[in-house]
């Protein structure tokens, strides 16, 4: 059975840091491109950041320079580093697992950030 628990949302004032975690179960971790998505009431879900197997990154412009991804494969577990928060990145916040041939995706069940201004 495939798991992915978040974890590390909650309530921040605009400028402070979250560090979001996402650990994984049942799937073959390394094999799997880890990503974070978000969606804000209203609106559609969007990409914040996505982590390749190879360890390349890439960021929604929003928040380049803000937000950092990183997984650790022994631990199964991807990280969203988010610094300068603003009040738009409130949001739920979603871990997705896909892999690598595109044959399996996965998501979590969503953690909440809410930044207060």
């Known amino acids: 059975q495939v798991q992915l628990v978040e974890s590390g949302g909650g309530l921040v004032q605009a400028g402070g840091s979250l560090r979001l975690s996402c650990a994984a179960s049942g799937i073959t971790f390394r094999l799997y491109t880890m990503g974070w998505y978000r969606q804000a009431p209203g609106k559609q879900r969007e990409l914040v950041a996505a982590i390749t197997t190879g360890d390349s990154s890439n960021y929604a412009e929003s928040v380049k320079g803000r937000f950092t991804i990183s997984r650790d494969n022994p631990k199964n577990t991807v990280y969203l580093q988010m610094n300068s928060l603003k009040p738009e990145d409130t949001a739920v916040y979603y871990c997705?697992?896909?892999?690598?041939?595109?044959?399996?995706?996965?998501w979590g069940q969503g953690t909440q950030v809410t930044v207060s201004s």
């Open positions: 997705n697992a896909r892999r690598l041939d595109y044959l399996a995706n996965y």
